[in-house]
């Protein structure tokens, strides 16, 4: 039940359920009071019902005050008349308690606090007086009164009905007060409620064997409840006593503790004076010792205040003793002076205070000890553990006792070294502010407009040539002002005036010796509360320098804009935000926008550019300068598209414009028109992917086109066909008619044969009078029934020359493309086979490849056998063979060595390196040989290769790189060589490298990352292959032989070898040809500007063993 819950208002329905409850106890009560009364003739010696009642009402609003008094006093009637029967007789007596528990609340309303009515032992006095004294007396009397004619004894009645009073409302009327609902639940109470039940068990304990035992019992439960009182807070005091007081009042009832009393009714009721007594003593001194306990608490709150204020106080604070030494300091005063806690409390201010302050800290500190100042503050220094000087406010305060004699010093201690250190730094800065002004050669000034009168520094009069200390007025400053600048400077100056501009001028000083100096001042006014000038004060500075500089730079861009308004270049400059800044002529042509309109426009605004004339548009090349992101400048397909829809093809380059710093402020883009020679490039990339003589693609782009379809067939699961055609009877007519009808006759033939096949399928010549055929998304029969076609056109085709007629032939052989038939060398040895076969089976015959057929085992007795490869590399009859390779003008220098081989076989001395080749391709032994070369190279004769010092160049095939298991073998062999990386030079292919991109690419970049470099050889059929080579780290670009063999008589092959050398030193390629056999062609060579050249005019082609065994070392 909680009897403050009436504190404030309340809904209805709680409130009626506490006065039910209040009710409740009133009669539970009343029953067992009347109980007790059973020994007395008309009175209850103990009556509690009207303390619960007056604590109820005390905490309830008083507008409920009737109703808890009517349902209390049904509950006092009902108790009486179930144990006495139905009378009138309770009904005055049961008024008087109603009266008596409202007046004993409305005065403990009147003198008590509601929220903790028993705060002190003054407050439990007037509790004591009202309730247990006052009003227990006047309704004695009432009572008396209305039961004297009765009893016969006023005295007796009076008596007995305060003393049951009053010890009620003394036994319970504190505990009522004090309660609070959830008093024992709260966490922090677990204990108290432990304590109270062992000390309640103890204490009634006591009283019962006191009374039972014990002499003088009243005395041994005084003091075991005054020990509990002293034990416990007062809540549990009250408790404790109120229970002992029904213990006492029971055993006294219940005759199991007798008192030697006389059995009249005034001397019964004094028979309960004892528990009165027993209440009084502990009461109070459950008081006092509250009373203790809350200054006790208010002590401790107040020295935890001040312990936290120090501890955690920003600044550093100590309590210092009067001799000076540290009693105790905070963190922040440790961390202030660099000093542990327990080192700084071994000494004395004065070991740490700076001696140039010390004096001054002490006289302060002794008018402070003496009382003629209450405190003082100082700035002071204070030496720190590391012997840094700090700088600090001090503020000291005394604490007396109650004899004014100091217990203590308080000092606060303030960091401010900062402050000090940013006034010196301060004053410093004036300092140099000075100086600078000083040595920047600036002069200051100040004019007070009222007085008219002008101060100068000494530079002022520096500047204008006058005496030091010459008297200034408006007259001298204006004196020497340039005639021209007079009338400008007067107006400038009487607007900044008049209208609180500011003041900034320029002007020119002539002076005496004529010399012209440039000024510029520059003020600030100072102005009343009024607004109105009282001063200026500003600064003057020589810009003769400056001009002369700015004018010399004038002059030198005017120079650069007319070279570039005459160059034949275009030029476009940007700023960071790619916005025009600057087009020349050229670029205005060739953009169609003039300057004045493009400036401040975005660059991608005015310049358009597409890989192509129709194709996709590109990114502007400033974006990836002024982004630092990587750009190739070799795309030999841009396209400038002109405002009004021309289009150009051009040639760009970009560079960063930078300060000096090397921050990037802009960009410059640079173009020119290259339309005439991307003409020519395109002719010579005609020239070197057709034949010359019939314009069909060569054997280069057929292969390349070959590969294409290969992939097709790979990617999206197509079949294609590939045919070799050969011609019948060639011979006979080239030799009987001569070369010129030989020439006529391929060209005839050809273009019947563009006429004859499909617009997808592809006729090229691979030399000679040797054909090849590509039929794209071709079954087998299909293509064999083209092929059978343009085979029997052939056959019955009439060419007459000079009159005569000549009839000729043809044989082909047709093999599929497909998935499951994608390597490109198997391909093309396959219809090779195949076309053998039908050349060899009666002319004019088209045959299809087969694996098994008698045809083709005809021609492989024609080859070396498996076993022979096989037997060769087993039984090391290859010779390894080394080429040097060297710079042009310098043939001895010696860069590396090209590595081949040829047969070293006693009983078949005839067997060719290309027929080995040739046999080894046929049965798919190439990375065999690839592996044996170079274990003999990286394993057997690594060590004499190392000792000689030399670099080795070694061709890789494309089926031994297309082998898993032979890249990882290599890269191990690399790894673990004697040789170092950076020795070793690996030759690719072109045509496999781009076939292969990924796959072999990616491999030839690890060894890349070991040190090796690369090699690619056989370029130059198409020009184009240099975009698809840009995503490849090269080291060198090796020339296709056919296109060095004549470059000192074919002009064409010149230009070309020209195009491919500048363009490949442009990306950082180091360029390689040979061949060279003669003089001429190495002359050319060097003249052209190629790094690196092979052949019999740079050194003849020797034996390994030869070169390792020589006295020479390796030139590198």
């Given at each position: ?383 720190r553990s590391d012997g840094e000087v700090v700088w600090a406010l001090l503020v000291v305060s005394v604490v007396r006792d109650h004899e004014q004699q100091p217990l203590y010093y308080i000092s606060q201690v303030e960091d401010i070294n900062d402050l000090k250190k940013s006034e010196i730094v301060n004053r410093r800065l004036m300092e140099r502010i000075t100086l600078a002004n ?56 009487s607007a900044a005036l008049t209208q609180r501009q500011p003041y900034r001028l320029e002007f020119r000083l002539l002076l005496p010796n004529g010399d012209i100096v440039h000024l510029r001042n520059q003020a600030n006014m100072i102005c009343d509360k009024n607004g109105n000038i009282l001063r200026l004060i500003g600064t003057t500075l020589d810009m003769t320098e400056i001009r ?569």
């Open positions: 039940m909680d009897l403050s819950a009436a504190e404030k208002p309340a809904p209805d329905n709680k409130t009626l359920l506490h006065i039910t409850i209040i009710s409740i106890v009133v009669f539970l009560l009343a029953l067992f009071c009347i109980r007790l009364s059973e020994q007395s003739e008309n009175l209850a010696p103990l009556w509690f019902p009207t303390a619960v009642l007056m604590v109820a009402l005390f905490h309830h609003p008083m507008r409920y005050w009737s109703w808890q008094l009517l349902s209390a006093g049904i509950c006092i009637v009902a108790a009486n008349y179930i144990l006495y029967g139905i009378s009138w007789f309770p009904l005055p007596l049961t008024l008087i308690n109603l009266t008596e528990a409202a007046a004993g609340a409305w005065l403990l309303r009147k003198f008590l606090q509601p929220k903790d009515p028993l705060n002190n032992l003054f407050s439990w006095l007037k509790f004591s007086i009202c309730t247990v004294v006052i009003v227990p007396l006047i309704s004695g009397l009432a009572a008396a009164w209305y039961l004297a004619p009765q009893n016969g004894s006023f005295t007796q009645v009076l008596t007995v009905w305060f003393m049951s009073e009053a010890i009620g409302m003394l036994a319970l009327g504190p505990v009522g007060l004090l309660y609070r609902r959830g008093y024992f639940n709260i966490t922090n109470k677990t204990k108290a409620l432990f304590d109270m039940t062992w000390m309640m068990i103890v204490s009634l304990s006591a009283c019962y064997l006191g009374l039972m035992y014990l002499p003088f019992p009243f005395t041994f439960i005084i003091m075991a409840l005054i020990w509990t009182s002293i034990r416990l807070p007062r809540f549990e005091t009250f408790t404790i006593c109120f229970l002992a007081t029904l213990l006492i009042a029971m055993m006294i009832n219940f005759n199991l503790f007798t008192l030697q009393v006389d059995t009249k009714l005034s001397v019964q009721a004094f028979s309960f004076i004892p528990l009165l007594m027993v209440l009084i003593p502990p009461h109070a001194m459950a008081m006092v010792m509250h009373a203790f306990r809350m200054e006790k608490e208010h002590i401790v709150e107040s020295e935890n205040r001040f312990r936290n204020a120090m501890e955690y106080s920003a600044i550093g604070m100590a309590l210092v003793s009067p001799e000076g030494k540290w009693m105790q300091v905070n963190q922040a005063l440790c961390k202030l002076l660099g000093y542990r806690q327990e080192t700084l409390l071994t000494l004395t201010f004065q070991q740490i205070t700076h001696p140039e302050d010390l004096s001054a800290d002490l006289k302060l500190l002794d008018d402070l000890y003496h009382g003629h100042i209450p405190s003082y503050s100082m700035e002071k220094r204070y030496i000083e040595a920047g050669g600036i002069g200051i000034w100040e004019l007070d407009i009222r007085k008219q009168l002008i101060s100068w520094d000494k530079r002022m009069y520096e500047l204008y040539h006058v005496p030091l200390n010459t008297p200034v007025d408006e007259r001298v400053w204006q004196q020497y002002i340039h005639p021209e600048d007079i009338n400008r400077v007067k107006r400038e100056y002369n500089l700015t004018e010399a730079l004038h002059e030198e861009k005017e120079r650069l804009h007319i070279t570039l308004d005459s160059i034949g270049e275009a030029v476009v400059c940007t700023d960071q935000e790619m916005k025009i800044t600057f087009m020349n002529p050229v670029a205005e042509k060739m953009t169609g926008w003039a300057n004045t309109i493009a400036l401040g426009q975005p660059i991608q605004h005015i310049i358009k550019l597409t890989d192509g004339i129709d194709g996709p548009e590109i990114d502007n090349p400033i974006e990836h300068c002024l982004t630092q992101r990587p750009y190739s400048s070799l795309n030999e397909s841009m396209v400038l598209h002109h405002r009004d829809g021309q289009h150009y093809d051009i040639q760009e380059s970009v560079a960063p414009l930078k300060t000096l710093e090397g921050t990037i402020v802009g960009a410059v883009l640079v173009f020119q028109d290259v339309g005439e020679s991307r003409a020519m490039m395109r002719k010579l990339s005609h020239s070197a992917s057709h034949d010359n003589l019939t314009g069909l693609p060569n054997r280069a782009n057929f292969e390349n086109k070959l590969k294409a379809a290969i992939q097709k067939s790979i990617d999206f699961d197509q079949q294609h066909a590939l045919a070799f055609l050969d011609l019948d009877y060639f011979k006979a007519v080239n030799d009987t008619a001569g070369h010129p009808a030989g020439d006529a006759l391929l060209k005839e033939l050809s273009q019947l044969m563009r006429q004859h096949l499909r617009n997808s399928d592809c006729v090229a010549r691979l030399g000679g009078d040797e054909f090849g055929l590509l039929m794209l998304n071709c079954t087998l029969p299909h293509a064999k029934a083209i092929t059978q076609s343009l085979v029997s056109m052939i056959n019955g085709y009439h060419f007459y020359w000079e009159d005569k007629l000549y009839r000729i032939g043809a044989s082909a052989g047709v093999t599929q493309i497909s998935s499951s038939n994608s390597q490109r060398s198997e391909i093309m040895a396959q219809a090779d086979i195949a076309c053998y076969t039908a050349k060899h089976s009666g002319r004019g015959q088209v045959y299809l490849y087969q694996p098994r057929q008698k045809q083709l085992l005809a021609r492989q007795h024609e080859l070396l056998s498996r076993e022979d490869v096989e037997s060769i590399l087993s039984e090391n009859q290859l010779l390894l063979q080394v080429t040097p390779t060297a710079p042009p003008k310098t043939p001895l220098s010696v860069c590396f060595y090209q590595v081949s081989f040829e047969i070293d076989r006693p009983q078949s001395p005839l067997v060719s390196q290309s027929a080995f080749e040739e046999a080894a391709t046929l049965y798919n032994l190439l990375p065999k040989v690839d592996s044996w070369i170079c274990e003999q190279l990286l394993v057997e004769h690594a060590q004499a290769i190392h000792q000689k010092g030399l670099a080795l160049a070694i061709p890789l095939s494309e089926l031994a790189l297309l082998k898993e298991d032979f890249r990882q073998s290599l890269l191990t062999l690399v790894q673990q060589t004697l040789l170092p990386p950076q020795s070793l030079y690996w030759m690719i292919d072109e045509s496999t490298l781009l076939q292969y991109p990924f796959a072999i690419g990616n491999f030839l970049a690890k060894l890349q990352q070991l040190g090796c470099k690369l090699i690619v050889k056989e370029f130059g059929h198409n020009l184009n292959d240099f975009e698809l080579l840009a995503e490849h780290r090269i080291d060198y670009l090796k020339f296709n032989s056919e296109l060095i063999a004549h470059i000192h008589i074919n002009q064409m092959d010149e230009v070309l070898i020209s195009i491919i050398n500048g363009t490949a030193q442009r990306a950082n390629i180091a360029t390689l040809a040979g061949p060279v056999e003669l003089a001429p062609t190495l002359s050319k060579l060097i003249d052209i500007g190629v790094d690196l050249a092979d052949g019999t005019m740079i050194g003849r082609t020797e034996p390994l063993s030869e070169v390792l065994n020589n006295g020479y070392f390796a030139i590198k």
